[in-house]
């Protein structure tokens, strides 16, 4: 079955630097993979979702992901973090024909001064 | 108005008493889900509708039950709960399809006691 792992619980960096939040995936085929952020006291909102065609995606506020099927991984990039951008993040998997998403277990970014 | 809404925000339970938790969406999506979620876990499928078929995973099978009288309402019913189903519960929809965004209420946070 279809899953994702993400490896970090936990990701702190300085306002204005780079970011790179990780997540592998697990299926046969190339799946529908997709990164949700969650602000505090709101729901989960989709940054953006992959499933063929240009291995970049660009999302919402400045957000990017890269597929690599050699690498089973959907990570998910940001050049220059905001303290707004602290949030928790989850990468979630959908088998191309399936109707459902899996998650991971969510990165939470703390953004400092 | 792309909204789903929960409630209540939070429940507090006794053992062994039944708990019914009610979600809304006024998209008129065909798709609505329920997920568990746990602290430092992943948002767990419990089940989902689409249209008016109930799918249930396999492990919460005789866990939870749903009911879903129109296409804008779903509830999640638990006959009797234990300390196990503290967790906050997420409700999301969306169009048919598992290459399609979810759109999650703010969820209800279930304390058991």
């Known amino acids: 079955a279809q899953s994702v792992t993400q490896p970090d619980a936990r990701v702190t960096v300085s306002e204005g630097a780079s970011l790179q939040l990780r997540c592998k995936y697990s299926?046969?085929?190339?799946?529908?993979l997709f990164w949700y952020v969650q602000y505090p006291r709101q729901g989960l909102q989709l940054l953006l979702k992959y499933y063929s065609g240009d291995p970049v995606v660009q999302g919402v506020n400045g957000f990017e992901a890269e597929f690599s099927k050699s690498n089973s991984s959907f990570h998910l990039r940001k050049a220059s973090v905001h303290w707004s951008d602290s949030a928790v993040y989850f990468c979630a998997v959908s088998p191309n024909s399936g109707t459902y998403q899996r998650f991971g277990t969510g990165t939470k970014l703390q953004v400092v001064p | 108005d792309t909204t789903v809404k929960q409630n209540p925000r939070y429940k507090l339970a006794r053992v062994g008493k039944p708990v019914n938790l009610i979600c809304s969406q006024t998209m008129n999506h065909d798709t609505m889900y329920w997920y568990q979620k746990k602290p430092n876990q992943a948002p767990k499928l419990l089940l989902f509708y689409y249209d008016k078929i109930l799918n249930r995973e396999a492990d919460t099978f005789e866990k939870f039950q749903s009911s879903r009288p129109n296409n804008s309402f779903c509830s999640l019913y638990i006959g009797s709960a234990g300390l196990e189903y503290s967790a906050m519960y997420l409700c999301?929809?969306?169009?048919?399809?598992?290459?399609?965004?979810?759109?999650f209420g703010h969820g209800t946070k279930l304390s058991v006691l």
């Open positions: 299926s046969s085929v190339t799946p529908y």
């Open positions: 999301a929809s969306s169009r048919p399809g598992g290459n399609e965004r979810l759109f």
